[in-house]
């Protein structure tokens, strides 16, 4: 393996990135996905970092910086999906640990983010990578 991590920069990285995070947001056109990109990384610096073997993009993460009452200014993990080719291959592990370093090296001492109750393999990914379940994320469709 020849993996390199990098942050997504441009329109070509972005493209070559929509067809992973497709998979975890199938529902997500190309357009939505460059509008949403570009009005998050405006509002709240929200980032895309990407894991890739020669020359193909194996897993993605996107993040952003948020601050709260509850934990102060903290690193919240938005999206994080490897190819169903690579999984189980600790990618999406190594995109966490990015995470953590990023949060570190920003004075954050908190990372946070949200699975689907019906995810089973994600909560057990999330718990064996040290992460603890502390709340219940509700949505209310308007």
């Not at 942050?7 to 975890?24: F, S």
């Not at 948020?66 to 999984?87: F, I, M, P």
Request: proline share 1%; with cysteine.
């Amino acid at each position: 393996m020849n993996k390199r991590t990098f942050t997504v920069k441009g329109k070509t990285d972005l493209e070559r990135c929509y067809p992973i995070m497709k998979e975890l947001r199938p529902h997500l056109s190309f357009e939505e996905y460059i509008a949403i990109y570009n009005e998050a990384h405006i509002a709240d610096g929200y980032e895309i970092v990407a894991i890739e073997d020669k020359g193909q993009i194996m897993a993605v993460m996107g993040y952003r910086f948020l601050s709260d009452y509850v934990r102060g200014r903290h690193v919240y993990v938005d999206d994080l999906v490897s190819t169903e080719k690579a999984r189980s291959q600790g990618l999406g592990a190594e995109l966490l640990k990015f995470a953590e370093e990023i949060a570190k090296a920003s004075g954050c001492s908190t990372l946070r983010l949200c699975t689907g109750i019906e995810n089973d393999r994600g909560v057990k990914f999330y718990e064996r990578n040290g992460w603890t379940k502390r709340a219940f994320a509700y949505t209310k469709k308007l």
